[in-house]
Nanobody
Framework: QVRLVESGGGLVQPGGSLQLSCLASGTDVKINSMGWYRQVPGKEREMVALLPGSGTKHYGESVNGRFTISGDYSKSPTVSLQMNNLKPEDTAVYYC??????????WGQGTQVTVSS
């Protein structure tokens, strides 16, 4: 069984930075892509950043230029999200997502990011 274990998140002032990390734990985990989504109450979950195995990165329009996704899909697959110049509108629950070969799509439990002075 594969699980996504997230870390990072918390409270930060506007203009500050945070880093989120996500580890895909399990045996024989082959990654097609990993990424980050976020959701605020009453709104749909939106894509923040996506890193396919091909290496072509994708970003949501509202975070492009401020957030950077990176990952290592070798033995213990991980994906990280460096978030700079955070704004109050970035406040949300952030979810790690993984598309795993032969197993489908799974989600992490979510981690809260709050940007407030």
């Amino acid at each position: 069984q594969v699980r996504l274990v997230e870390s990072g998140g918390g409270l930060v002032q506007p203009g500050g930075s945070l880093q989120l990390s996500c580890l895909a734990s399990g045996t024989d985990v082959k990654i097609n892509s990993m990424g980050w989504y976020r959701q605020v109450p009453g709104k749909e979950r939106e894509m923040v950043a996506l890193l396919p195995g091909s290496g072509t990165k994708h970003y949501g329009e509202s975070v492009n230029g401020r957030f950077t996704i990176s990952g290592d899909y070798s033995k213990s697959p991980t994906v990280s999200l460096q978030m700079n110049n955070l704004k109050p509108e970035d406040t949300a629950v952030y979810y790690c997502n993984a598309d795993i070969r032969w197993r489908g799509e799974i989600w992490g439990q979510g981690t809260q990011v709050t940007v407030s002075s």
